[in-house]
């Protein structure tokens, strides 16, 4: 039973910076793309950014360009978020997802279902 348990949501003022992980476990089949996304108030459930286990690639909605880098650690087999020059808009839950066979390009256009999602972690960006 593969799990992704998310952590570092937390309350920041614009401006501020976080860093997200996603824990993963119970991984016996290989994983193509571990991605974020995240959901705000009365939106529909945008792809943020994805990194491909397969060549390190990363991926990032426009929106998140330059602010957000994704990264991984293969060793704790955990996959980071870090975010800097955080602006409202930004507020939302943040899933950590994962799927065994679509590449980033499919996981980020958020169309496909996606095989494995964590339970989310609230990110707040207020003054």
């Known amino acids: 039973q593969v799990q992704l348990v998310e952590s570092g949501g937390d309350l920041v003022q614009p401006g501020g910076s976080l860093r997200l992980s996603c824990a993963t476990s119970?991984?016996?089949?290989?994983?193509?793309?571990v991605g974020w996304f995240r959901q705000a108030p009365g939106k529909e459930r945008e792809g943020v950014s994805c990194?491909?286990?397969?060549?390190?690639?990363?991926h990032y909605v426009d929106s998140v360009k330059g602010r957000f880098t994704i990264s991984r650690d293969n060793a704790n087999s955990t996959v980071y978020l870090e975010m800097s020059g955080l602006e409202t808009e930004d507020t939302a839950v943040y899933y950590c997802?994962?799927?065994?066979?679509?590449?980033?390009?499919?996981?980020?256009?958020?169309?496909?279902?996606?095989?494995?999602w964590g339970q989310g972690t609230q990110v707040t960006v207020s003054s």
């Open positions: 990194i491909s286990t397969r060549d390190g690639s990363t």
């Open positions: 997802v994962a799927d065994q066979v679509l590449p980033c390009t499919v996981v980020l256009r958020g169309v496909a279902e996606l095989d494995y």
């Open positions: 119970g991984v016996t089949l290989p994983i193509t793309a």
